[in-house]
Structures are given as C-alpha cells and as structure tokens.
Nanobody, 123 residues
C-alpha cells in the first residue's frame, strides 16, 4: 500500500516558523517529484512548493518565495517544508503528493496523496 504521511502542523503566531514533513510508506520518494498543496476554508487547493526527482530543483508559489524552503532527506525517505515568517493567510490544510519526476502545478499529475496537516497562523 502506497502512502504519504504528513506531520508537523500546528498553531503558530504570525512571524513564527513550522517545519512540515512528508514520509513515504511503500514508495521511495527520491523517484518522484513531491509537492505540497494547501487548501484554506472556502478556497481552492493551490500548489505551494515542489521538489523534482533527480536534480532536486525546487519551485514555489510566488507568495511564499523567500519564506518557505523545501528539501529532501533520502535516508529518511522524507521531504520537508521549512516555513518561516508565517502569515495568517498561510492558514490552511497542507497536503503532500507524489507524481511524475518533474514538477508541475497540475494536480492531476500527482497520484499518491497524504491526508493533510493543519497549519493555523493566529495571534
């Protein structure tokens, strides 16, 4: 059974930091592009960041560039999303997904999805 398991969400004050993790069960994450998507209440799900297989090239949503950093740790079969200087508008359920080796924001290209982790930024 192929699974992605997220952790690391929580409640943080504006300006704070969180690190989300996404671990693979039954699949080796190095072979796939891994993306983080988020969905806020009443809004459509949007792509936040992606890391490609192979060269590990990363892509980010414009509104998180300079604040969020995505990385892989092969030994842990995991990817991480370091989120700094969080803002209330970052509040959402964050979900990781695996797909083709290259990054895309096309959600249909991602075939294994986690269940999501809640991130709430509030004072």
């Amino acid at each position: 059974q192929l699974q992605l398991v997220e952790s690391g969400g929580g409640l943080v004050q504006p300006g704070g930091s969180l690190t989300l993790s996404c671990s693979g069960v039954g699949l080796t994450l190095d072979y796939y592009a891994i993306a983080w998507f988020r969905q806020a209440p009443g809004k459509e799900r949007e792509g936040v960041s992606c890391i490609a297989s192979g060269d590990g090239k990363t892509s980010y949503l414009d509104t998180v560039k300079g604040r969020f950093t995505m990385s892989r740790v092969t030994a842990n079969n995991s990817v991480y999303l370091q989120m700094n200087n969080l803002k209330p508008e970052d509040t959402a359920v964050y979900t990781c997904a695996s797909g083709r080796p290259w990054c895309t924001w096309n959600q249909g290209s991602f075939h294994v999805w986690g269940h999501g982790t809640q991130v709430t930024v509030s004072s």
